[in-house]
């Protein structure tokens, strides 16, 4: 089991950058399969980034290829997100994830989220 819980979100102007942080409880965080979520009002959560539990192999969704990165500290029990040249589209709740259990490929638990507001 893991808790999540993040930070850093908060209103800028378009085509600024913000770091996403998570810090996860547990004894196990190096085996979790992580990511990071966005949800907007009338839409499903959506998953933009992950990152795997081996050396750090990453994807990304093509509205933030480029723009976003995702990255973890193992030693730390935390996982980033650095968001460069955010767009009023970019405006959303972001929640890191963190797979069903050691060294899984689905997502089995959030953190409440933190706000992320971009204006034009």
């Known amino acids: 089991q893991v808790q999540l819980v993040e930070s850093g979100g908060g209103l800028v102007q378009a085509g600024a950058s913000l770091r996403l942080s998570c810090a996860a409880s547990g004894d196990t965080f190096s085996s979790y399969m992580m990511g990071w979520f966005r949800q907007v009002p009338g839409k499903e959560r959506e998953l933009i980034a992950r990152?795997?539990?081996?050396?750090?192999?990453?994807r990304y969704e093509d509205a933030v290829k480029g723009r976003f990165t995702i990255s973890r500290d193992n030693s730390k029990n935390m996982v980033y997100l650095q968001m460069n040249s955010l767009t009023p589209e970019d405006t959303a709740v972001y929640s890191c994830?963190?797979?069903?259990?050691?060294?899984?490929?689905?997502?089995?638990?959030w953190g409440q989220g933190t706000q992320v507001t971009v204006s034009s």
């Open positions: 990152i795997s539990w081996n050396i750090g192999f990453t």
């Open positions: 994830a963190a797979g069903t259990g050691p060294w899984a490929t689905d997502f089995g638990f």
